[in-house]
Antibody, heavy 116, light 106 residues
Framework: VQLQESGPGLVKPSQTLSLTCTVS??????????WSWIRQPAGKGLEWIGRIYASGSTNYNPSLKSRVTISVDTSKNQFSLNLSSVTAADTAVYYCARGDVDLAYWGRGTLVTVSS | SYGLAQPPSVSVSPGQTASITCSGDKLGDKFACWYQQKPGQSPVLVIY???KRPSGIPERFSGSNSGNTATLTISGTQSMDEADYYC?????????FGTGTKVTVL
């Protein structure tokens, strides 16, 4: 199983951060797992952003819920993250991951910098 | 909101045992897992469902979870085990990570 994050590395303040995770070696539509986004600011700890099931059902971190949307495209075997109204505090490495009770497979992560 | 507390750092001599704690309200009633993260790399799952090791993880890694505390134990610690370690659980369908512990092998 491999996951690969993609998207802009630079986003302006107040705009929307958009990332896509492409999955290979597994089918999102199998419905066996959920698909998560996690982020990590430089030098800091991991923060869970949210997850989505193949059905489209989602759960979000309450601290980010008002700004986060996670969606899935089973035809492309991808899932996506949108984070609106970003500020410098949203600068981080963003990871996508496959999970069950744990997160067994992670992407390599992509750095997103919020700056004008 | 639910929180998981870890000691910021743990130091251990090569060959000795390192224990990392993760504290949360009634954590023993939930499943806990542990991730190892080396600089510039993605986290790697080392313990899942409290005590289980994924394929490829050395036997020196073990876990327990009871009461309010989950513990990751590294027996016979090697220099390659120097890394950050994070516990993780789920509370009300929300993922929660611990604050992280830096393990230094002196």
């Amino acid at each position: 199983v491999q996951l690969q994050e993609s998207g802009p590395g630079l986003v302006k303040p107040s705009q929307t951060l958009s990332l896509t995770c492409t999955v290979s070696g597994d089918s999102i539509s199998s419905g066996s797992y959920f698909w998560s986004w996690i982020r990590q600011p430089a030098g800091k700890g991991l923060e869970w952003i949210g997850r989505i099931y193949a059905s489209g059902s989602t759960n979000y971190n309450p601290s980010l819920k008002s700004r986060v949307t996670i969606s899935v495209d089973t035809s492309k075997n991808q899932f996506s993250l949108n984070l609106s109204s970003v500020t410098a505090a949203d600068t981080a490495v963003y990871y996508c991951a496959r999970g069950d009770v744990d997160l067994a497979y992670w992407g390599r992560g992509t750095l997103v910098t919020v700056s004008s | 909101s639910y929180g998981l507390a870890q000691p910021p750092s743990v130091s251990v001599s090569p060959g000795q045992t390192a224990s990392i704690t993760c504290s949360g309200d009634k954590l023993g009633d939930k499943f806990a897992c542990w991730y190892q993260q080396k600089p510039g790399q993605s986290p790697v799952l080392v313990i899942y469902q409290d005590t289980k090791r994924p394929s490829g993880i050395p036997e020196r890694f073990s876990g327990s979870n009871s009461g309010n505390t989950a513990t990751l134990t590294i027996s016979g610690t090697q220099s390659m085990d120097e890394a950050d370690y994070y516990c993780q659980t789920w509370d009300s369908n929300t993922g929660v990570f611990g604050t992280g512990t830096k393990v230094t092998v002196l």
